[in-house]
């Protein structure tokens, strides 16, 4: 098992850092020892979470979803900081949309960055890691272990293709003696419910959500919570770690799924 000397004055990079579980891994990164480049789509709130940290982080402000800016952006950050150590892919976004009835503009800001987005980040900051031990972590979802039907269909199945994602990078990493920890969380204090606040003109725009909404999410665990369990497996050398908050209602769904997928199984 690793410790923290291994990665203590080495950088990391956290997209979608400016709240939420993002920030709450750049401040615990930084905590431990590493250099944090701290990475949103928001200029001001990227700014906000480095000067919290203080001198051992730094703000990035470019749009997962656009391949074009994740080069530049990568491109940048070799030229002014060189190498990484830890890559985390953590931008996400909610939607309340359904497949059927979600808009044309918010399909495609779901997909293009929980699923493009990752890929994306990956395929321009991969390449940067350097060193070792080097680190990849992936920030999926409960909701991509449980059959994706239900409030938030669009989000769900979305999220199963970032765990997709996830689970074939793990492999190409390992073949480059990456590790890699793939993070499912459940619902959490964060503001995933307000996300498209940030939301490109190209996907609609911005627009704010009604804060009545968000009594569900107010109500539950702050990211903190999280990280003895997320440390654990990093410096274990990574694997996937789900950190349920419903009292094991996912893991009845995922069971249930499994089930369901098995007993449909032929051999032809």
């Known amino acids: 098992m690793a410790d923290w000397d291994t990665y203590r004055d080495r950088t990391a990079l956290v997209t979608g850092a400016g709240d939420g579980i993002g920030k709450m ?8 020892g590493m250099r944090v480049c701290v990475q949103d789509i928001r200029e001001d709130a990227a700014e906000s979470v480095a000067n919290a ?9 470019f749009d997962i979803s656009d391949r ?10 070799r030229a002014q900081h060189g190498g990484l150590a830890m890559l985390w892919i953590n ?3 909610g939607v309340g949309a359904s497949i059927l009835e979600g808009k044309p503009g918010q399909v495609r800001w779901a997909y293009d960055v929980n699923v493009l987005g990752s890929i994306w980040t990956a395929q321009c900051f991969v390449p940067l890691l350097e060193g070792e031990p080097r680190h990849v972590g992936i920030t999926a979802s409960t909701a991509a272990l449980r059959p994706p039907e239900g409030d938030f ?8 293709g970032t765990m997709a994602v996830a689970e074939a990078l793990r492999g190409e990493l390992a073949a480059r003696d990456i ?8 619902l959490l204090n964060t503001e995933i419910w307000d996300g498209a606040k940030a939301r490109p003109e190209r996907y609609g725009g911005a627009r704010r959500m009604d804060p009545k909404i968000a009594t569900l999410w107010r109500e539950a665990r702050t990211p903190d919570a999280m990280w003895p369990h997320s440390e654990r497996v990093m410096l274990g050398g990574g694997g ?29």
């Open 25 to 32: 891994l750049a401040i615990k990164l930084a905590d431990a």
């Open 53 to 61: 940290i203080g001198a051992a982080a730094f703000p990035m402000a």
């Open 68 to 77: 074009k800016a994740v080069q530049a952006a990568a491109d940048e950050f």
């Open 91 to 93: 931008a996400g976004v």
């Open 153 to 160: 269909p669009l989000y769900a199945a979305t999220k199963h």
């Open 179 to 186: 590790e890699t920890t793939i993070l499912c969380p459940g």
């Open 240 to 268: 996937t770690l789900t950190c349920a908050t419903d009292d094991g209602d996912t893991l009845r769904a995922m069971n249930a799924r499994i089930a369901g997928i098995a007993e449909g199984l032929v051999e032809i």
